[in-house]
């Protein structure tokens, strides 16, 4: 069994707490959240310990300590803990605090960041992973086993160079969001056409269950599906038509570069 400390138990931190229970041997949490009831419910839901404003104990608890707070408190927060951090096993998932960033305050070679999504709760999270310079001997190599394994009990790890990473924060991070968009616009259509939002949502949800098992079962890619429902002179043809005279794919695309242009501003800011 591992002891994973989490600091933030926010959305992310919950997140993680839910699904890191799935690594083989489970896992004993302990977490620091300034929120005394967030720091609650990571006790009621998740048996974690609670040791904020026990720092030390914290650190002598945590084999891997996972960072999870907002951009705008992480500074802080790493001034606060670079006394107790040298040799520390650390995984980040604060948006644009890079690994050189975090290397400034943090005395240890063993970082990680990830760039997850909110389906981590449910183990079904992208997750993009980079690492810095790990040392090339058995606790190197140890620690990218275990970082990638907890990537793999989230949803699945997607090893990047950091430099690519902001393109993770588009698709994965941000890109959860997109489909959320998509999947309401798509129920949205069935308001407009007489159905009741409540069951048009249902089908869109299963509608979008059932694409990712056929993209997941099938190896053709997207167009070869599309051209096997769009019949001649269908009605497919005929919304797709509609969705191009929109932007669609120009917008979708546009979105997901927004949002890697915009990680990559905050690693420079
Ligand atoms: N949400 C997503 O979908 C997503 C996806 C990928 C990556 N991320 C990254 O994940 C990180 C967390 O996001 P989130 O949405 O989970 O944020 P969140 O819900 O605001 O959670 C952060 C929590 O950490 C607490 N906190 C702040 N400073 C602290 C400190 N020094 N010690 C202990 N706890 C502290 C916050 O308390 P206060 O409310 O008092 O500040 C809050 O409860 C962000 O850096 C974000 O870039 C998020």
Redesign the pocket.
């Known amino acids: 069994m591992k002891n994973i400390g989490i600091?933030?138990?926010?959305?992310?931190?919950e997140a993680f707490a839910a699904g890191l229970p799935r690594l083989p041997g489970g896992v004993r949490l302990g977490v620091?959240?300034?929120?005394p009831a967030?720091a609650a419910a990571a006790k009621e839901s998740f048996g974690a310990e609670d040791f904020?404003g026990r720092l030390e104990d914290f650190f002598a608890f945590a084999e891997i300590v996972v960072l999870?707070?907002?951009?705008q408190?992480?500074e802080?927060?790493l001034q606060?803990i670079s006394p107790h951090s040298r040799d520390r096993k650390f995984i980040s998932?604060?948006?644009?605090k890079t690994l050189a960033r975090l290397g400034r305050h943090l005395r240890s070679p063993y970082l990680a960041r990830f760039?997850?999504?909110?389906a981590a709760v449910h183990g079904k999270a992208a997750v993009g992973v980079s690492f810095g310079d790990l040392p090339r001997d058995q606790a190197g190599e140890g620690f990218r086993r275990e970082a990638l394994e907890m990537a793999a009990v989230l949803g699945g790890a997607v090893e990047v160079p950091e430099s690519l990473l902001p393109v993770m924060?588009g698709l994965s991070?941000s890109g959860i969001a997109f489909v959320f968009s998509f999947v309401h616009a798509l129920a949205l259509g069935g308001v407009k056409s007489g159905l009741a939002y409540d069951r048009a949502l249902a089908v869109a949800v299963s509608v979008v269950e059932g694409a990712a098992a056929v993209l997941r079962a099938g190896g053709e890619n997207p167009a070869a599906l599309i051209s096997r429902v769009a019949s001649p002179a269908g009605t497919t043809i005929a919304g797709l038509q509609e969705l191009e005279d929109a932007g669609f794919t120009a917008g979708v695309m546009r979105a997901v570069e927004a949002a890697s242009l915009r990680a990559r501003e905050l690693e420079g800011a």
């Open positions: 600091i933030g138990f926010g959305n992310m931190g620091v959240e300034t929120v967030r904020t999870a707070v907002k951009p408190d992480a802080a927060l606060n998932i604060v948006a644009g760039m997850p999504n909110l924060t991070g």
